[in-house]
């Protein structure tokens, strides 16, 4: 539809995505203007879902040294960190009633959660939501990045808002409303992992070259509210073995013990697994027998 007219917006800079990144990015801009005497230096930021943290999901361990540099009053600014880590444990579950747990000096420094935070990471997110409005932050939620705009040297120009009142057939309806180019000085692509700009930037511009390659999994997780007198607020158990090792497939486990009696739990499968009969969903609802599971979840809903 290169023949619609559209209006544009003017900013210094624009970041797609609203998750904890995009969200730490503009922030940090806002804040190094206001230290620079350029109040004026304005920071746009599009998030595909209804809202800031709509499309956040994880239940999370944050190590805080960011939040920390972000900033350092955070928990008098009431940042929504806790529940902080009080034990941290790695299982390898070897069948489906017996597990054996690590000695935590074996357990790599990188896998350690001595100062962490057990967090909802849609409740942190919408919190720096709230922070970057404070620092006069333009936040525009509902507004999906549908396109990369370029210059005329190949140079990134910003971004176009999708295009609303689309029929099925690819065709404006009555109610179209044609999406807003948003033009920077400086574009920030923020959207995850696969995001589908992204994946077009990569390959414009060869990112991937002399790059290793991305390691993809499957992710499933759920949030248990479990008898209060199971519950142990800032118990963290990470784990490996079983169900997944009977199909030779590789991946892992978490669960961690959040607030208000909730509980995170889940599986990722690495997507390398070979055996077409192994089903991510069903050695989930499996592990979840095991008794060192189980004895958590057994009451909960």
Request: proline share 6%; hydrophobic share 40%; net charge negative.
């Amino acid at each position: 539809m290169e023949h619609i007219e559209r209006e544009s917006m003017e900013f210094d800079v624009v970041i797609v995505g609203a998750g904890p990144a995009g969200l730490s990015a503009a922030i940090k801009i806002r804040q190094l203007a206001i230290e620079n005497n350029l109040n004026d230096l304005s920071v746009c930021v599009v998030e595909k879902g209804s809202e800031v943290g709509a499309h956040i999901l994880s239940g999370a361990v944050l190590e805080p040294r960011a939040m920390n540099e972000l900033f350092p009053d955070w928990k008098e600014q009431g940042a929504p960190l806790n529940v902080p880590v009080t034990e941290d444990k790695t299982f390898f579950l070897l069948s489906d009633e017996k597990s054996q747990e690590a000695p935590h000096w074996m357990v790599p420094k990188t896998m350690h959660n001595d100062g962490n935070y057990v967090i909802s990471l849609g409740n942190v997110v919408r919190w720096l939501g709230t922070k970057a409005e404070e620092l006069e932050v333009s936040i525009f939620p509902g507004f999906a990045a549908a396109e990369i705009l370029y210059h005329e040297d190949g140079s990134v120009k910003g971004i176009q808002t999708g295009d609303m009142g689309i029929g099925k057939d690819g065709e404006p309806t009555h109610n179209f409303t044609p999406g807003y180019e948003l033009h920077a000085k400086y574009t920030i692509f923020a959207e995850g992992c696969r995001g589908h700009l992204g994946k077009r930037l990569i390959q414009k511009f060869d990112l991937a070259k002399d790059a290793d390659p991305q390691h993809y999994g499957i992710g499933i997780k759920e949030l248990w509210e479990i008898d209060p007198a199971k519950h142990k607020p800032g118990l963290v158990m990470h784990g490996a073995g079983w169900p997944l090792n009977e199909t030779g497939s590789s991946g892992g486990w978490w669960l961690y013990h959040a607030e208000n009696n909730q509980v995170t739990l889940g599986m990722i499968v690495d997507l390398s697994y070979t055996n077409p009969h192994m089903y991510p969903f069903m050695e989930m609802q499996r592990w979840k027998t095991h008794p060192l599971i189980k004895q958590y979840l057994e009451g909960g809903k």
